[in-house]
């Protein structure tokens, strides 16, 4: 049982040193009572970086609302017709 549990904590403790952070997050090792290495990450978000937005023109925005209409002309037209028996 001894022996068990102490591969676990092993194993537990290598798969923590060996876990992948993502960037922006650094990690440093600390240990519990001189023997077990725990990790302490730390976030540090990315400076966010100015990207430029697309213009629409008219044109554009009139193709796009002559598809959003036609789309829902298409989806109305489609519903069930009642047949009375």
């Known amino acids: 049982m001894v022996r ?3 591969l676990a904590i092993l194993l537990a403790t290598l798969a923590g040193i060996a876990s992948a952070t993502p ?3 650094s990690c440093t090792t600390e240990y519990f009572w001189g ?18 937005a697309p213009e629409m023109d008219a044109a554009s925005a009139v193709a796009g609302l002559t598809l959003m209409v036609g789309g829902l002309a298409v989806l109305r ?3 069930r017709k009642v047949v009375n028996v």
């Open 23 to 25: 960037s922006g997050v």
């Open 35 to 52: 023997i077990f290495p725990y990790e302490v990450c730390t976030y540090n978000p990315p400076r966010k970086h100015v990207v430029a």
């Open 77 to 79: 037209g489609r519903r």
């Open 4 to 6: 068990k549990f102490g």
